[in-house]
């Protein structure tokens, strides 16, 4: 569990100090306590499969080329504000196109080398990977992250989740750890979750573990395969 998520879970009601007096304690911002995701509409959902099955066939295609298919080919026409954020906040699509949509870190985030460039990467906990993608459903979706030792292809660990946050990253590769013991070097993208103060710290708390980055795309072994529709009912929020 992650600091932040231990003064979350610390909050209860009490009659002798109130939930906004807890919070203050605590150090926790208000708004947590009372924020829930809206589900998407079902036009969003209708564009976000759509996209995810077209994008299969031409990975070339960005946001901008994805809207003019969708209003050419199936009538459908919104605003490139709405594309972006489903193409890219959502499915983390990105264009094989050479371009500049890559991975990038919230500004002031600290970026770290990539040190796996020429590297023979050949015992257990040598390096691991890490990356998140989407996972279609029947009445959503869902954000898959999961951590591969990268000598053996071993699956170490894998989480599930409707949102997409830090603490979520973070508390998975704690858990990993505690069961397989620290890696030499964790190899991930730019994204905002893993050069976030919060992640960066956990990996390289002790001295054990370096962090590299940029790096290839493990979501990308999971979006080439066809997506079963899957159905989870009572799958709440993390």
Same mark, same amino acid.
């Given at each position: 569990?992650t600091?932040?998520?231990?003064?979350?879970?610390?909050?209860?009601?009490?009659?002798?100090?109130s939930l906004?007096?807890?919070?203050e304690?605590?150090?926790?911002?208000?708004?947590r306590?009372?924020?829930?995701? #809206?589900?998407? /509409?079902? @036009?969003? $959902? !209708?564009?976000?499969?759509?996209?995810d099955q077209h994008?299969l066939?031409?990975?070339?295609?960005?946001?901008?080329r994805?809207?003019?298919?969708?209003?050419?080919?199936?009538?459908?026409?919104?605003n490139?504000?709405?594309?972006?954020? #489903?193409?890219? /906040?959502? @499915?983390? $699509? !990105?264009?094989l196109l050479p371009g500049?949509h890559?991975s990038?870190?919230?500004?002031?985030?600290?970026?770290?080398?990539?040190?796996?460039?020429?590297m023979?990467?050949?015992?257990?906990?040598?390096?691991?990977?890490?990356?998140?993608t989407?996972?279609?459903?029947?009445?959503?979706?869902l954000?898959?992250?999961?951590w591969?030792?990268?000598?053996t292809?071993?699956?170490l660990?894998w989480?599930?989740?409707n949102?997409?946050?830090?603490?979520w990253?973070t508390e998975?590769?704690?858990?990993?750890i505690?069961?397989?013991?620290?890696?030499?070097?964790?190899?991930?993208?730019q994204?905002?979750?893993y050069?976030?103060?919060?992640?960066?710290?956990?990996i390289?708390a002790?001295?054990?573990?370096?962090l590299?980055?940029?790096?290839c795309r493990l979501?990308g072994?999971?979006k080439?395969?066809?997506q079963?529709?899957?159905s989870l009912?009572g799958?709440?929020?993390?």
């Amino acid at each position: 569990m992650t600091a932040l998520s231990a003064r979350l879970a610390a909050l209860t009601k009490r009659k002798d100090l109130s939930l906004s007096r807890q919070c203050e304690l605590l150090q926790v911002n208000r708004g947590r306590l009372y924020y829930r995701p #809206l589900p998407e /509409s079902d @036009l969003n $959902l !209708k564009i976000l499969h759509l996209m995810d099955q077209h994008y299969l066939d031409y990975p070339d295609k960005g946001p901008r080329r994805m809207r003019q298919w969708l209003a050419r080919k199936h009538g459908i026409r919104v605003n490139l504000k709405r594309i972006n954020r #489903l193409y890219y /906040s959502v @499915l983390q $699509l !990105k264009s094989l196109l050479p371009g500049p949509h890559t991975s990038k870190p919230t500004k002031g985030h600290k970026v770290f080398p990539y040190l796996l460039r020429g590297m023979q990467i050949e015992q257990p906990n040598q390096v691991w990977q890490t990356d998140i993608t989407y996972i279609g459903m029947t009445s959503g979706y869902l954000y898959l992250t999961a951590w591969i030792d990268v000598a053996t292809r071993f699956v170490l660990s894998w989480s599930l989740s409707n949102t997409m946050t830090s603490e979520w990253c973070t508390e998975l590769y704690q858990q990993t750890i505690a069961r397989w013991g620290n890696p030499q070097i964790v190899n991930t993208d730019q994204g905002s979750q893993y050069t976030s103060e919060e992640f960066t710290q956990a990996i390289l708390a002790g001295g054990k573990t370096k962090l590299s980055m940029p790096a290839c795309r493990l979501a990308g072994t999971v979006k080439v395969e066809p997506q079963t529709m899957l159905s989870l009912n009572g799958f709440g929020e993390r």
